[in-house]
């Protein structure tokens, strides 16, 4: 197994970071949150899973180790292939998640695409005794609040594959009316969603 990989970051895209290590270029599929900490040209350290099927070879990067462990520990539930657990990262954090299911929360599962009212039941169910306490909330009971700094999120992400500050200014923006509207209706905003309908914006401007 790839524990991790180090190297300079050779290519961004908005799901996927290209790292060089040893003169070969390796693709991980990445969270918009891990990508927004990655810059072109600047070293890097990701923990890694990979995923191995018949006819590929799937390399998922993370920002540190316990968000590798929560990827995989979602996938032992049934139905949570790694797509839909890298979805789930993208959404939570790892102790939003852990506090989500220790909770019961339906509702912070359902947030996350692909997840309805019965599958965030039976995930509840299935997970409850897999992931553990929260890590990093001293406070029995908070809850961090995934929709925060979603902004930040974005224009640190659309920043880091080489848009001016000004541009992604003008991309957070455009896009704000439908962060507001899923914050009205109770969900939080999706920065994967966010990111694609930005650099949408950002193309159509070039």
């Known amino acids: 197994m790839i524990a991790f990989v180090s190297g300079p970051v050779a290519a961004l895209a908005p799901d ?18 891990t990508l927004s900490g990655l810059r072109l040209g600047e070293p890097t350290r990701l923990a890694t899973s990979l995923v191995v099927r018949e006819d590929s070879l799937t390399l998922y990067g993370f920002a540190g180790d316990d968000e590798r462990q929560v990827f995989e520990l979602l996938q032992t539930a049934s139905g949570v292939g790694p797509r839909l657990a890298q979805a789930m ?38 997970l409850r005794d897999r992931l553990g306490e929260p890590i990093g909330s001293p406070v029995p009971g908070a809850r961090p609040a995934p929709a925060a700094g979603w ?47 930005a650099l949408q914006t950002l193309n159509r401007t070039r």
Do not use: F, N, W
Request: aromatic share 0%.
């Open 89 to 126: 990262l993208a959404v939570h954090t790892p102790d939003a998640l852990r506090i989500a299911v220790s909770t019961g929360d339906e509702k912070a599962l359902t947030a996350v695409p692909g997840i309805g009212k019965k599958g965030a039941q039976k995930l509840l169910l299935e």
């Open 151 to 197: 902004s930040d999120q974005l224009h640190t992400a659309l920043v880091g594959l080489g848009y001016a500050p000004r541009e992604a200014d003008e991309a957070v923006a455009a896009v704000t009316p439908r962060a507001e509207a899923a914050l009205v209706d109770g969900a939080a905003p999706q920065v994967a969603q966010l990111l694609r309908a």
């Open 16 to 33: 996927t970071a290209v790292v060089e290590v040893g003169g070969v270029g390796l693709a991980l599929h990445c969270t918009p949150g």
